[in-house]
């Protein structure tokens, strides 16, 4: 069964730190991969994409993250966080296989503290 | 980046009243558009994936006809919670993509219902 983990619940860290947010998957062959950002009752960002090419990708607000096929990752990262980055953060892939169901991980709170 | 909206942003009903909710595309025109269910401290979970101008695919243990949906046009989708029951109360937020199945799906800011 396809599924994604966010192992984390939250992950706390100082401003100015870089930031790693995780996410493993399990679907069969190359799948899409995604990160949102969900602020309090506000519905999910977009932040970047991974389909092909280049396994880092770099998204919005300084974000980037890394596909990594045979640790089937692609944790979230950012070299000097900011306290405004404090949010949940979900990680989705989709099978490429598949019509359009997006999967979506269980969501890890960023608290970036000043 | 592309914009979605939702109407109303929050609602709160009596219990055996319809709720309907709104999604509407405002710069793009979405192929596909998704309904959501967001449970508190929960991830996102899929209810059904609607065409424009068909019938809209409903997850397994979602019940069809206790959320209508509608897709009339290229820019609008509907969902309406029939007979709401406080188990129905919960944050649903859709998402609308455009094209190719691995575009990103863009996000309306979610409506919040209540049933007393």
């Known amino acids: 069964a396809q599924s994604v983990a966010q192992p984390e619940d939250q992950v706390n860290v100082a401003e100015g730190n870089p930031l790693t947010v995780k996410c493993t998957y399990s679907?069969?062959?190359?799948?899409?991969l995604f990160w949102y950002v969900q602020y309090p009752n506000r519905g999910l960002q977009f932040l970047l994409k991974?389909?092909?090419?280049?396994?880092l990708v770099k998204g919005s607000y300084g974000f980037e993250a890394e596909f990594n096929k045979s640790q089937t990752s692609f944790h979230l990262k950012k070299p000097s966080a900011l306290v405004s980055d404090s949010a949940l953060y979900f990680c989705?892939?989709?099978?490429?296989?598949?019509?359009?169901?997006?999967?979506f991980g269980t969501g890890t709170r960023l608290q970036v503290f000043p | 980046g592309a914009v979605v909206s939702q109407h109303p942003s929050r609602v709160i009903c009596k219990s055996g009243t319809s709720v309907k909710i709104e999604c509407r595309s405002l710069?793009?025109?979405?192929?596909?558009m998704f309904w959501y269910r967001q449970f508190p401290k929960q991830s996102l979970m899929l209810m059904a994936t609607?065409?424009?101008?068909?019938?809209?695919?409903?997850e397994q243990g979602v019940e069809k006809d206790k959320f209508l949906i509608n897709h009339a046009s290229l820019t609008l989708s509907t969902l309406t919670v029939t007979s709401a029951h406080p188990e129905d109360s919960s944050f649903y937020i859709c998402?609308?993509?455009?094209?190719?199945?691995?575009?990103?799906?863009?996000f309306g800011p979610g409506t919040r219902l209540t049933v007393l």
């Open positions: 998402s609308a993509r455009e094209g190719q199945k691995y575009n990103e799906q863009f």
């Open positions: 679907v069969s062959g190359n799948p899409y």
């Open positions: 991974y389909i092909t090419g280049d396994n």
């Open positions: 989705a892939v989709r099978d490429r296989r598949d019509t359009d169901k997006l999967i």
């Open positions: 710069d793009f025109q979405a192929t596909t």
């Open positions: 609607s065409n424009e101008g068909s019938k809209a695919t409903y």
